[in-house]
């Protein structure tokens, strides 16, 4: 059993930055995906970005290209959002899942979930 849990949430004006975390507990084989996603409220969870365990093959929604930065520190069992140049439509809670394959951008191909954490971007 995988538990995974985000810190790093908060208010932050347009235009800055944001570092979220997620520490999975149990053992991640470099087979796994880890990815992000978030959910504003009326709105469907939507991907964010995701990346292998073992560091290659990210994938990424356009509207964050170029801002967010997705990587993981293994020796940690951890896995960073990096978001630049925040907007407020990046306002959401952020929740990062983990998949025991290779994955992508479905909800469904992922296995575990942490419990999010909220994401506030003021104009």
């Known amino acids: 059993q995988v538990q995974l849990v985000e810190s790093g949430g908060g208010l932050v004006q347009a235009g800055g930055s944001l570092r979220l975390s997620c520490v999975a507990s149990?053992?991640?084989?470099?087979?796994?995906?880890m990815g992000w996603f978030r959910q504003a409220p009326g709105k469907d969870r939507e991907f964010v970005m995701s990346i292998r365990w073992s560091g290659d093959g990210t994938y990424y929604v356009n509207s964050v290209k170029g801002r967010f930065t997705i990587s993981r520190d293994n020796a940690k069992n951890t896995v960073y959002l990096q978001m630049n140049i925040l907007k407020p439509e990046d306002t959401a809670v952020y929740y990062c899942?983990?998949?025991?394959?290779?994955?992508?951008?479905?909800?469904?191909?992922?296995?575990?979930w942490g419990q999010g954490t909220q994401v506030t971007v003021s104009a």
């Open positions: 899942a983990a998949s025991q394959r290779v994955a992508f951008g479905r909800p469904s191909q992922y296995d575990y």
């Open positions: 149990g053992r991640i084989s470099s087979s796994w995906t």
